[in-house]
């Protein structure tokens, strides 16, 4: 099976977020932090894949292919984000198993 053009469409639309710095505009103030996410993760290329990973874990569609929850995918991919840069962040409600495993 292929993807659908909605998975790709929103999953570039991700990826453009992420890599301009415009993804705490979308999720709000989960990553209301004073620094640069992308200036604290460019050297940690596990960190950046576990993020990617629990977006497309979080993704739902529908039997068409289309993207039901986008922007609760995204919010969680900013959870693990700011986690990662925050020590004294707390995901909740916190990341389930299934939500950071790579197949």
């Known amino acids: ?3 659908s053009n909605n998975l790709k469409k929103h999953f570039r639309l991700f990826i453009y977020y992420y890599t301009n710095g415009t993804l705490p505009f979308l999720v709000g ?3 209301n ?3 640069d996410y992308r200036e604290e993760l460019m050297y940690e290329a596990t960190s950046v894949g576990n993020i990617f990973t629990i977006y497309m874990n979080n993704i739902k569609m529908d039997e068409n292919g289309n993207i ?5 995918a995204m919010k969680r991919a900013a959870q693990q984000i700011r986690q990662c840069i925050d020590s004294n962040y707390k995901v909740e409600p916190p990341f389930e198993e299934w939500e950071v495993e790579v197949s």
Do not use: G, R, S
């Not at 039901?68 to 609760?72: G, L």
């Open 29 to 31: 103030d989960i990553l």
């Open 68 to 72: 039901m929850n986008n922007e609760y």
């Open 33 to 35: 932090i004073p620094v």
């Open 1 to 3: 099976m292929n993807l």
